[in-house]
């Protein structure tokens, strides 16, 4: 076996398959992540906690698209007057200023796991079509 040799041909290139993956990720991206961001918004807005209900009524979306793909990303406009995000405050807690401190609640997670699950799950039926 000492000193045999292995040769591959190949022909061609990986062009139309990188097109196809191209024109895959421009066509179903979008439908399905503006789908779920819709639903991830009723689903975030539903399960914060509630006071006054502005936290729960600022929830949105985006998509943004860079060089290394397409994410959908969830925002609440809700700030405190110093700019801090009031649902980054009811999720891990904080100070109430009086010396106590206020237990955070997990209430992100729980609702935007699944979420993900779906859309990992309707990307692939899609690819694999």
């Known amino acids: 076996m000492a000193g045999m ?21 421009a066509r179903h991206n979008f439908n399905v992540l503006e789908k779920y961001g819709r639903e991830g918004v009723a689903a975030l807005s539903a399960a914060t906690p509630v006071d ?12 943004v698209q860079n ?8 925002c609440n406009s809700n700030k405190t007057s110093t700019n801090i995000p009031i649902a980054i405050l009811l999720q891990y807690g904080h100070g109430n200023g009086h010396g106590a401190y206020i237990q955070g609640r997990d209430f992100i997670n729980p609702v935007t796991q699944p979420l993900f699950d779906k859309i990992v799950d309707n990307l692939w039926a899609e690819t694999i079509k």
């Open 52 to 63: 006054s209900g502005t936290t729960a009524s600022s929830w949105s979306y985006k998509i």
């Open 67 to 74: 060089e290394n793909g397409v994410a959908l990303l969830f």
């Open 5 to 25: 040799k292995l040769k591959i041909k190949t022909k061609g290139d990986w062009t139309k398959t990188e097109n196809w993956l191209e024109k895959l990720k």
